[in-house]
């Protein structure tokens, strides 16, 4: 079966440094990835949505690459910010349905 | 404001009592879903809708029913719920189905079921 799988362990890093977090999907082709940000208690926020032939992609302090022969998307975050602390969340949207895929999401902890 | 409402926020009920979850869009989007999120299982979808009376099954429906009667408003219906529901439920939409199309969510109904 489809399947997404995001590192289920908490993050911390120190601020300033660079976070990285990963998104792997097995038996699956998609064309798009997204990320989102969640923070506790409140719903998703999409930050950033990478196509298939696009091995990379930036907005501002963010960066997403996309690896379709490895199935990986990497979400790094640079200059890292106690701001950033959060759950980030990748998501697909199924090849030939209408339906959303979602990771468990990684609880970023970035340290002053 | 561009936004997703959703209400109740917060619900406490018992098995068995019917309920409705309330979702309206004011972003005139055509794609609407519904999501629960629980605890190591991460957000999973519930039904969606590509238009108005246009509806179908996620990945777990049992248990859940929708209308899409207006384009702007997607309740959620609990027939008989079940502690099994309790969950954190989240309403999104989005401009089309295109997977270009981000999704936004609203902020959230936390149901618990005794």
């Known amino acids: 079966s489809q399947k997404i799988e995001q590192n289920s362990e908490a993050l911390n890093i120190q601020e300033g440094k660079t976070a990285t977090l990963t998104c792997n999907y097995t038996n699956y082709s998609p064309a798009y990835l997204q990320w989102y940000r969640q923070d506790p208690g409140r719903g998703p926020v999409f930050l950033l949505l990478?196509?298939?032939?696009?091995k990379e992609k930036r907005k501002e302090r963010l960066k997403v690459t996309f690896d379709t022969t490895l199935k990986q998307s990497l979400f790094h975050i640079t200059a890292s910010q106690p701001a950033d602390s959060a759950t980030y969340l990748c998501a697909l949207n199924t090849s030939g349905t209408y339906k959303y895929i979602f990771g468990t999401g990684t609880r970023l902890k970035v340290l002053a | 404001e561009a936004q997703v409402t959703q209400n109740p926020r917060y619900l406490i009920t018992v098995t068995g009592k019917k309920l409705t979850v309330t979702c309206s869009q004011n972003?005139?989007?055509?794609?609407m879903s519904w999501y629960r999120q629980d605890p190591g299982l991460g957000l999973r979808q519930i039904y969606y809708?590509?238009?108005?009376?246009?509806?179908d099954k996620g990945d777990v429906p049992e248990g859940y029913k929708v209308s899409r009667k207006e384009k702007r408003n997607f309740p959620l219906i609990l027939e008989s719920p079940s502690p099994n529901q309790t969950s954190l439920y989240f309403c999104?939409?989005?401009?089309?189905?295109?997977?270009?199309?981000?999704?936004?969510f609203g902020p959230g109904t936390r149901l618990t079921v005794l």
């Open positions: 999104a939409s989005s401009l089309s189905w295109r997977e270009t199309d981000t999704q936004y």
């Open positions: 990478i196509r298939e032939n696009e």
């Open positions: 809708s590509m238009n108005v009376e246009v509806t």
């Open positions: 972003m005139n989007h055509e794609y």
